[in-house]
């Protein structure tokens, strides 16, 4: 089979599978970002959904629940074959098969990063249980190499929202609160991840230039991101239908194009982040606070100043405060130097 190949990708209209063992090398890949079939007769999902199909391309083919198990070794077994030592993989996933893929993931040498929950907007209705209005997002690496993690790609450590709320930490937590996307009138896929949802993935675990690959583009909206980011891009869908249509789409997509829409982060620069205490260090951070506290600065301040003299953040200067038992009288009223002697 001759693959597509158009701006910063390749595309093979054939199974993941065979594909995967015919055309990716070895190690190659830094990043799979992916969204297999659900094995709920997801061809019927407009049941479910309340969906008008007219505009949903045709042909969408699903994994019998009895097979989904032996499909999913299968296939992860490629995944793990052709990332690259330090490599990342996303997984989305609903619950009903969750455990054939986590077992599949078992079966490799593969580690898991985060099993982060992503919240979407109206799950689907249902009037004897709780309604079901997230997916699973596994997140694991290659060990071997250096893994791609842009800590600040989208805030800063040191930005804060009007709560005093680190933004930094908040973008990270493991529960993702991203609605999905409606497309009234648009040809689209029976199901496709959003593109703030991709976007945030590649921005933490990629970088421009690199291979992200998808094993079912579906609807391509991984490729589609992955280009707008100026990444470069390969997957497989089996679909003649929707292969057909979305390469077509692809073909008019101007590499780089969502650049411009990035938040711009302030990066923190600091000297120190991540580095290991010495006891000299620690012993001029306790003079520091000895010397600040007496004054009479407050909590928030002292900690800020020794952030700046030390060149770190302000939950490592927190930690080495009470790894040297100042910590509660940061909190407290100001202390006399009698404290230290």
């Given at each position: 089979?001759?693959?597509?190949?158009?701006?910063?990708g390749?595309?093979?209209?054939?199974?993941?599978?065979?594909?995967?063992?015919e055309?990716?090398?070895?190690?190659?890949?830094?990043?799979?970002?992916?969204?297999?079939?659900?094995?709920?007769?997801?061809?019927?999902?407009?049941?479910?959904?309340?969906?008008?199909?007219?505009?949903?391309?045709?042909?969408?083919?699903?994994?019998?629940?009895?097979e989904?198990?032996?499909?999913?070794?299968?296939?992860?077994?490629?995944?793990?074959?052709?990332?690259?030592?330090?490599?990342?993989?996303?997984?989305?996933?609903?619950?009903?098969?969750?455990?054939?893929?986590?077992?599949?993931?078992?079966?490799?040498?593969?580690?898991?990063?985060?099993?982060?929950?992503?919240?979407?907007?109206?799950?689907?209705?249902?009037?004897?249980?709780?309604?079901?209005?997230?997916?699973?997002?596994?997140?694991?690496?290659?060990?071997?190499?250096?893994?791609t993690?842009?800590?600040?790609?989208?805030?800063?450590?040191?930005?804060?929202?009007?709560?005093?709320?680190?933004?930094?930490?908040y973008?990270?937590?493991?529960?993702?609160?991203?609605?999905?996307?409606?497309?009234?009138?648009?040809?689209?896929?029976?199901?496709?991840?959003?593109?703030?949802?991709?976007?945030?993935?590649?921005?933490?675990?990629?970088?421009?230039?690199?291979?992200?690959?998808?094993?079912?583009?579906?609807?391509?909206?991984?490729?589609?991101?992955?280009?707008?980011?100026?990444?470069r891009?390969?997957?497989?869908?089996?679909?003649?239908?929707?292969?057909?249509t979305?390469?077509?789409?692809?073909?008019?997509?101007?590499?780089?194009?969502?650049?411009?829409?990035?938040?711009?982060?302030?990066?923190?620069?600091?000297?120190?982040?991540?580095?290991?205490?010495?006891?000299?260090?620690?012993?001029?951070?306790?003079?520091?606070?000895?010397?600040?506290?007496?004054?009479?600065?407050?909590?928030?301040?002292?900690?800020a100043?020794?952030?700046?003299?030390?060149?770190?953040?302000?939950?490592?200067?927190?930690?080495?405060?009470?790894k040297?038992?100042?910590?509660?009288?940061?909190?407290?009223?100001?202390?006399?130097?009698?404290?230290?002697?």
């Amino acid at each position: 089979m001759t693959p597509v190949s158009l701006k910063n990708g390749a595309f093979y209209n054939c199974d993941c599978i065979t594909g995967a063992r015919e055309y990716i090398p070895d190690n190659s890949v830094d990043l799979i970002i992916t969204d297999p079939p659900y094995g709920i007769n997801g061809d019927k999902l407009h049941k479910h959904y309340n969906r008008n199909e007219e505009f949903v391309v045709g042909g969408y083919v699903e994994i019998p629940q009895n097979e989904y198990a032996d499909f999913s070794i299968l296939w992860i077994t490629e995944a793990e074959r052709v990332l690259r030592p330090g490599g990342s993989l996303y997984i989305v996933s609903g619950y009903t098969n969750l455990i054939d893929i986590l077992n599949a993931l078992r079966n490799t040498r593969l580690n898991e990063i985060n099993h982060i929950i992503w919240k979407y907007n109206f799950g689907v209705f249902t009037r004897q249980k709780y309604v079901s209005s997230h997916y699973h997002i596994l997140f694991y690496e290659k060990p071997g190499g250096t893994r791609t993690f842009n800590l600040e790609s989208r805030y800063g450590l040191d930005e804060r929202n009007g709560e005093n709320r680190s933004l930094n930490n908040y973008d990270r937590e493991d529960v993702w609160v991203i609605n999905r996307e409606y497309k009234p009138g648009q040809v689209k896929n029976k199901n496709e991840l959003p593109t703030k949802l991709l976007i945030k993935m590649m921005q933490y675990s990629s970088n421009e230039g690199d291979l992200i690959c998808d094993f079912f583009l579906g609807g391509f909206s991984t490729a589609k991101v992955a280009i707008g980011l100026n990444r470069r891009v390969t997957g497989f869908e089996i679909s003649c239908g929707m292969f057909e249509t979305k390469t077509r789409e692809i073909a008019a997509i101007i590499p780089g194009n969502l650049i411009p829409g990035l938040r711009n982060p302030t990066v923190s620069t600091l000297e120190n982040p991540g580095k290991a205490w010495t006891d000299d260090e620690l012993q001029r951070l306790k003079m520091g606070f000895m010397r600040l506290n007496v004054i009479g600065m407050t909590k928030k301040d002292i900690i800020a100043e020794l952030g700046a003299e030390h060149g770190r953040g302000r939950f490592a200067i927190l930690n080495a405060l009470k790894k040297i038992n100042c910590y509660n009288d940061v909190k407290s009223s100001p202390v006399t130097l009698d404290k230290f002697s």
